[in-house]
């Protein structure tokens, strides 16, 4: 065997060598991870969750991310997080609360830095920055990157509405024509049922609001009327 031979060969050991080295915290951080999914999936599925499992599934996030902290990972951690915090309004003190508020917060900073590409988790950062500190500038820039990065999702809609309708006031006038143009997008497409955008108009300005992005939108006005109508019928009854 040559010398070129030989030297290749041991470079292969190496290379097996660094790719376990590297490869061993991320499979321990993913089994970590697969400790959790039990309640994730139940947060996701909107069933009732208790407070121990909870903390057990937090438990095993935060083992994941030490062994393998990659944006994913934080992803991840957040999504529980914020479930939890949901979920558990009465069974979690406020202060428990907060705090996985804040690292909620952190996670969803440092997991878009490195996966920017996740609409989701940027309407869930939106989220968590308006139940920390109500409606805000800062709950702007998120709010718009999930609209650039997930417009078409239809399950994010009503949740992406409200927050525009509690932050417009913080918009610039081109962020208004952005969002404007996407409001008109998803009235449109929501031919099926819109009785959710009149769920979400809890004041005169919210109505307002919306009659004003719809103005050149043909038959939303009338629309917009009986679907209002409907929904104080409803709430009569």
């Known amino acids: 065997m040559s010398v070129v031979h030989r030297l290749l060969r041991g ?49 095993a996030y935060d083992a994941a991310i030490r062994m393998d902290p990659s944006a994913l990972r934080h992803l991840g951690r957040s999504e529980l997080l ?3 915090v949901l979920a558990l309004n009465w069974a979690a003190p406020d202060s428990q609360r907060e705090q996985w ?5 952190s996670d969803l900073e440092v997991g878009l830095a490195g996966a920017p590409a996740r609409g989701i988790a940027w309407l869930r950062l939106a989220a968590v920055r308006q139940v920390l500190d109500g409606p805000s500038p800062s709950v702007v820039p998120p709010l718009l990157m999930s609209i650039d990065t997930a417009p078409v999702i239809p399950s994010l ?7 525009i309708l509690q932050n417009w006031r913080f918009l610039s006038d081109q962020q208004r024509h952005v969002v404007e143009a996407y409001v008109v ?29 719809l ?3 043909i038959g939303a006005q009338d629309e917009l009327t009986l679907l209002l109508e409907a929904q104080r019928k409803s709430r009569r009854k």
């Open 157 to 163: 809609w009503p949740v992406r509405f409200n927050l």
């Open 11 to 59: 470079l292969l050991g190496v290379g097996g060598a660094l790719v376990t080295f590297y490869a061993w915290p991320v499979a321990w951080g993913a089994w970590y991870a697969l400790q959790a999914e039990t309640v994730v999936s139940r947060l996701r599925e909107n069933q009732p969750v208790n407070l121990p499992d909870t903390l057990a599934a937090i438990d």
């Open 215 to 217: 103005a050149n939108v």
């Open 185 to 213: 997008m998803t009235w449109e497409q929501s031919t099926g049922d819109r009785r959710w955008f009149a769920a979400a108009l809890q004041t005169p300005g919210d109505e307002l609001f919306l009659r004003y992005v």
């Open 82 to 84: 914020f479930g939890a």
């Open 101 to 105: 508020l804040r690292t909620a917060e």
